[in-house]
């Protein structure tokens, strides 16, 4: 069975869908050896092609004026020339003309339900393809069962037609050892008592709730830890920079930029408290990669969250200041929570993997296939 995966997610510095993207065809080419996998792109993607399964190629499409509609024209003439048995859209896109069965992953719906946190472009776009695209798949994964009820909700597609697979800690998050932990630290220029939040800097993360507290903490107590944001620059985000420079938290806060996964492991197996106050989220990933490294997790009690951390994480209510004040002191002070907290997340973590998610995916895959046997050819178009 020859299978295609979207790779557009992996053409830039791989964030959450990017490492989604490779993390799960890397697990269904180990779980299916006798079927071939691709992930194809009409650009130049960002993989490491020697640690890839022989059965996993990365295949990136040269495009002339026509198949630059990569959607409309250049992915289903590829597809239909391959002969694909079906595709696999990682990044809530699959073509508009149906070639072979198609599976989307709608991770979240934060751009409907959250507009005001991202551009508009984004938001008109998500606004005008989310129904298409769960209307033409044959079926639809989502991360949780939290976001299912919404696509359920807000797209008015069948609860039938969506499968909720979780996702999993990457391979390389796991308690790192000493002297690493040590030499990252050094060379990152961060203290050894340190708060540290790891995603991308935009408004959904609600880091300008992060920035107020540990305000509120320097002013109200004697603590003095460093604030860590480790992540990439994304948008809207100029109230944040602009509290923290007029503050006087300015030496206080350190912006790393994007890092690598070991320097990441590094910061999770030496903070004193992962934080991660989102207001929303398809699965909250960072919190459960925090905790495969051993550090005790504040997060966000809202329902995704409180799905995937189950008791094993301080849970606060995201827009109220003083009490994610009130729990950093608690963990700053307070070694007999930190170590209650390591533990239980260790072994919360410890029951997602990749191969349980490829596992469940692949199971969709197989539904999709057999149904679409039974109705015979598929030949028609979705537009």
Not at 78 to 99: D, E, F, K
Not at 123 to 136: E, Y
Not at 269 to 291: I, K, N
Request: include cysteine; proline fraction near 6%; glycine fraction near 6%.
């Amino acid at each position: 069975m020859h299978i295609g995966l979207d790779g557009i997610p992996l053409a830039t510095p791989k964030s959450g869908i990017g490492h989604y993207t490779f993390e799960l065809a890397k697990s269904l080419a180990e779980l299916a050896p006798t079927d071939e996998f691709e992930l194809i792109a009409p650009v130049e993607v960002d993989s490491d092609e020697g640690a890839l399964p022989g059965n996993l190629r990365v295949k990136h499409i040269l495009v002339n004026s026509l198949r630059r509609r990569w959607w409309t024209i250049g992915l289903p003439l590829y597809v239909r020339q391959q002969q694909l048995a079906l595709y696999h859209g990682t990044n809530y896109n699959v073509p508009l003309w149906r070639r072979c069965p198609t599976v989307v992953t709608i991770h979240d719906l934060s751009l409907l339900l959250h507009p005001e946190t991202h551009r508009e472009d984004l938001v008109s776009r998500a606004r005008r393809r989310l129904p298409t695209m769960t209307r033409i798949a044959a079926h639809v994964i989502t991360d949780s069962e939290s976001v299912k009820k919404e696509i359920h909700q807000h797209l008015g597609t069948a609860e039938e037609k969506v499968t909720a697979v979780p996702l999993a800690p990457r391979r390389s998050f796991h308690p790192g050892a000493e002297g690493e932990v040590r030499d990252t630290l050094k060379r990152l220029n961060v203290e050894d008592e340190f708060i540290l939040f790891v995603g991308t800097v935009e408004p959904r993360k609600n880091l300008i709730t992060l920035v107020r507290a540990f305000d509120e903490l320097m002013r109200e107590t004697d603590l003095r830890p460093q604030l860590v944001i480790a992540g990439q620059k994304g948008w809207l985000t100029d109230e944040l920079y602009s509290y923290v420079e007029q503050s006087a938290l300015k030496d206080r806060v350190l912006f790393t930029g994007y890092i690598s996964d070991d320097d990441l492991r590094a910061l999770y197996s030496s903070c004193r408290a992962a934080v991660y106050p989102s207001l929303y989220e398809g699965f909250g990933l960072p919190p459960l990669e925090a905790m495969a490294c051993g550090a005790p997790v504040i997060t966000s009690r809202i329902p995704v969250i409180m799905e995937t951390s189950e008791g094993a994480a301080t849970l606060i209510n995201p827009t109220n200041v003083s009490e994610l004040t009130r729990a950093l002191i608690e963990l700053l002070t307070n070694e007999a929570k930190r170590r209650e907290l390591r533990g239980l997340g260790l072994r919360r973590a410890s029951e997602y993997t990749w191969e349980l998610t490829a596992k469940r995916t692949y199971e969709v895959y197989k539904c999709v296939l057999n149904a679409n046997k039974k109705a015979g050819d598929y030949q028609s178009p979705a537009l």
